[in-house]
């Protein structure tokens, strides 16, 4: 199986040895004191500087609590059990409220889906988004409101003198997720994380917020996380993806070794589904079953109740026992599948 991969154009300078962001066996729960849900297990995710790291799943795969970990900014609900998450070095789950303070907005920037919803209708956008320039770079008001002018036009907001005084009424869909994208640079933070920031989108307006995003990107060598169930989006963007199923990485690596040759069956069946294909009876090819209730498994591959190969594969018996490990399988492409072989014993064959 292929497809036709449209990767943007890349970042040439050589990345350094230690990761901007990394998140190290985090785990995540859910539910009241005692009565917890795990719905992150031993996440593991590293992003450099100047990458763009897609991060990818059906809904409730755990995508965005990992990007509101990174941050410390989980539901009250959700609590952190184990793991680590280092920010440019430093322990972001060991940083105090002022750390904390300097870290949101300032050094990591986020963009969220329905940006309409994220806007305060009883404001200016100009005010909205002069706001962080002010807390995090201290600028006057009126310093603070002619750097506005300029991210707006920086976005692509025609007419920024006039619209910095505008209610987010006044704004279309994709002109307010513009206004949030100008929010989310303001502080020319080292790391954008932007959770579906096409949704609701039309599909032009779609292209012009992610060649937006990329030349941003390029301009500031600003990292980007994108959370994503697109993998149009996915492939005309990212240097490198993270699958996610049940609050695992399934599978990780290149983006154009990914998508053009995925090794893990969950990763198939979404290209899959992403091209719209066929069955021989003419319907269109559907995922089957839920991943909620792959949580529930205490044993086994957590995807095996709906892979199409487990069944008749020779490792079932540990497809069904035990869960396998994320392993590499080419390079750094590497699957969390019994049915792929690591790399070490591709090469002794």
């Given at each position: 199986?292929?497809?036709?991969?449209?990767?943007?154009?890349?970042?040439?300078?050589?990345?350094?040895?230690?990761?901007?962001?990394?998140?190290?066996?985090?785990?995540?729960?859910?539910?009241?004191?005692?009565?917890?849900?795990?719905?992150?297990?031993?996440?593991?995710?590293?992003?450099?500087?100047?990458?763009?790291?897609?991060?990818?799943?059906?809904?409730?795969?755990?995508?965005?609590?990992?990007?509101?970990?990174?941050?410390?900014?989980?539901?009250?609900?959700?609590?952190?059990?184990?793991?680590?998450?280092?920010?440019?070095?430093?322990?972001?789950?060991?940083?105090?409220?002022?750390?904390?303070?300097?870290?949101?907005?300032?050094?990591?920037?986020?963009?969220?889906?329905?940006?309409?919803?994220?806007?305060?209708?009883?404001?200016?956008?100009?005010?909205?988004?002069?706001?962080?320039?002010?807390?995090?770079?201290?600028?006057?008001?009126?310093?603070?409101?002619a750097r506005v002018v300029e991210l707006f036009r920086e976005v692509g907001i025609p007419a920024p003198e006039a619209r910095v005084r505008d209610?987010?009424?006044?704004?279309?869909?994709?002109?307010?997720?513009?206004?949030?994208?100008?929010?989310?640079?303001?502080?020319?933070?080292?790391?954008?994380?932007?959770?579906?920031?096409?949704?609701?989108?039309?599909?032009?307006?779609?292209?012009?917020?992610?060649?937006l995003l990329h030349e941003q990107c390029r301009r500031r060598r600003m990292s980007l996380l994108l959370i994503s169930h697109d993998l149009g989006?996915?492939?005309?963007?990212?240097?490198?993806?993270?699958?996610?199923?049940?609050?695992?990485?399934?599978?990780?690596?290149?983006?154009?070794?990914?998508?053009?040759?995925?090794?893990?069956?969950?990763?198939?069946?979404?290209?899959?589904?992403?091209?719209?294909?066929?069955?021989?009876?003419?319907?269109?090819?559907?995922?089957?079953?839920?991943?909620?209730?792959?949580?529930?498994?205490?044993?086994?591959?957590?995807?095996?109740?709906?892979?199409?190969?487990?069944?008749?594969?020779?490792?079932?018996?540990?497809?069904?026992?035990?869960?396998?490990?994320?392993?590499?399988?080419?390079?750094?492409?590497?699957?969390?599948?019994?049915?792929?072989?690591?790399?070490?014993?591709?090469?002794?064959?």
């Amino acid at each position: 199986m292929s497809v036709v991969v449209s990767l943007a154009e890349r970042r040439s300078a050589a990345a350094p040895a230690e990761p901007l962001l990394a998140i190290e066996d985090l785990h995540v729960a859910i539910g009241s004191p005692g009565r917890a849900a795990p719905v992150i297990e031993g996440m593991n995710l590293e992003i450099r500087r100047s990458e763009i790291v897609a991060l990818v799943g059906e809904s409730g795969s755990g995508k965005s609590l990992t990007a509101l970990s990174a941050t410390r900014l989980l539901p009250r609900a959700a609590e952190i059990t184990r793991g680590r998450i280092r920010f440019d070095g430093a322990d972001v789950l060991a940083m105090g409220p002022r750390a904390l303070d300097g870290l949101r907005g300032n050094r990591i920037g986020m963009i969220f889906q329905q940006p309409q919803a994220m806007l305060d209708p009883t404001c200016r956008v100009g005010d909205q988004v002069a706001e962080s320039l002010r807390q995090h770079r201290g600028l006057s008001r009126e310093a603070a409101g002619a750097r506005v002018v300029e991210l707006f036009r920086e976005v692509g907001i025609p007419a920024p003198e006039a619209r910095v005084r505008d209610f987010p009424y006044a704004f279309s869909g994709g002109m307010a997720q513009r206004v949030m994208i100008a929010a989310a640079l303001s502080a020319d933070p080292d790391l954008l994380i932007a959770d579906e920031p096409t949704t609701a989108l039309d599909v032009t307006v779609q292209a012009q917020i992610l060649r937006l995003l990329h030349e941003q990107c390029r301009r500031r060598r600003m990292s980007l996380l994108l959370i994503s169930h697109d993998l149009g989006i996915v492939a005309a963007l990212a240097d490198r993806v993270a699958v996610m199923y049940a609050g695992r990485v399934i599978e990780e690596g290149p983006a154009r070794a990914i998508l053009s040759a995925p090794r893990h069956p969950y990763t198939r069946a979404l290209i899959e589904c992403s091209l719209l294909k066929r069955d021989a009876g003419g319907r269109l090819v559907a995922l089957p079953g839920s991943a909620i209730s792959a949580r529930e498994l205490s044993h086994g591959c957590r995807f095996q109740p709906r892979c199409a190969i487990a069944a008749q594969s020779p490792h079932n018996h540990d497809c069904c026992s035990n869960e396998p490990a994320l392993a590499c399988c080419h390079g750094s492409h590497k699957a969390r599948c019994w049915a792929v072989k690591p790399e070490s014993e591709e090469v002794q064959q």
